[in-house]
């Protein structure tokens, strides 16, 4: 499937803004199951510099600076995306979780898609028993590592009511979880701090949804701006696999993949600052339109 994408930011500034530095993480990930043919992104005012480079964990991050007065700032990013995930084993063939674990703290490997790097917690997703023992119930012994991955996902869309009032981008994970609401964020964020919390390595992935659904399928929670799941090593054979627990998903071609971080601290699509401005209106946009 090829995707269309546009992705709007627009900041509308009380005050005259004298100097703004970003990071945008506005590139769609190219990899196995995901190619990016297209990615253009336009700034208005026009930045005095831009430079790109290559994060932490391969994502490509386009840095800018504006350094004339501005009361507005623009921020479209027009990609082309093309998705084909691969198709799964039998869930119950699956390695056992244990097996997962165990090989996930043997790893020696420190490259971008190392489990090493996603086995410890993070401020957003602390390792705290509620969380633990919250996923502990999923995974048994022996249980197959997809069946305990699809369980604690569904177990959370069936547990959380979807609200997009409940909770702000600095919500900590564990007000989300005992108000047992939030949105995609918080339910990425509950079901990694319960995975890492038995010694599973898991990855939150910023992306989008595609927003018109196929005839017969429902609108899935999420399309309207960007979304976020669960990435999970499962092991040398598997490799990582996705799931979405907002909508008790294992990920497929409705998903396309913007950036992978350890939390969300790592995958905002545009962070910095700013000199000036007072109080700030931040409006998002986002389309994902299938052509072919």
């Known amino acids: 499937m090829i995707f269309e994408l546009r992705h709007l930011t627009t900041y509308r500034y009380q005050r005259a803004v004298n100097f703004t530095r970003c990071a945008l993480r506005l590139s769609p990930a190219d ?21 790109e480079r290559v994060g932490a964990f391969g994502e490509r991050i386009l840095g800018i600076s504006v350094e004339v007065p501005h009361r507005e700032l623009k921020i479209e990013a027009r990609s082309r995306v093309w998705v084909e995930r691969r198709a799964l084993p039998a869930y119950d063939a699956s390695p056992a979780w244990e097996d997962v674990r165990d090989a996930a703290c043997a790893a020696r490997s420190l490259d971008f ?8 917690p993070t401020p957003m997703t602390p390792l705290l028993d509620a969380f633990t023992g919250y996923g502990r119930d999923c995974f048994g012994p022996g249980t197959p590592i997809i069946v305990g991955a699809k369980a604690l996902s569904e177990r959370i869309h069936r547990d959380f009511v979807y ?8 919500t900590p994970a564990i007000k989300a979880f005992a108000a047992r609401r939030g949105v995609c964020q918080d339910f990425a964020h509950i ?14 992935v910023s992306g989008y949804l595609r927003t018109v659904p196929p005839p017969g399928k429902a609108r899935l929670q999420g399309a309207d701006a960007t979304h976020a799941w669960v990435s999970l090593w ?9 799931f ?4 008790a998903l294992v990920v497929g071609d409705d998903h396309i993949e913007l950036v992978v971080g350890r939390d969300y601290a790592d995958v905002a699509p545009i962070d910095g600052v700013i000199v000036g401005g007072g109080e700030q209106d931040i409006r998002v946009a986002v389309d994902v339109i299938p052509v072919g």
């Open 113 to 120: 898609g190392s489990p090493a790097h996603f086995l410890f």
């Open 31 to 51: 990899t196995a199951s995901q190619h990016l043919l297209h990615n253009d992104i336009q700034i208005t005012p026009k930045p005095a510099s831009t430079g």
């Open 244 to 247: 979405d627990p907002t909508n």
């Open 163 to 170: 609200d997009p009032k409940a909770t702000v981008v600095t």
């Open 191 to 204: 079901m990694i701090a319960a995975l890492r919390g038995l010694g599973l390595p898991a990855a939150y």
């Open 234 to 242: 499962c092991g040398e054979a598997l490799g990582w696999i996705d």
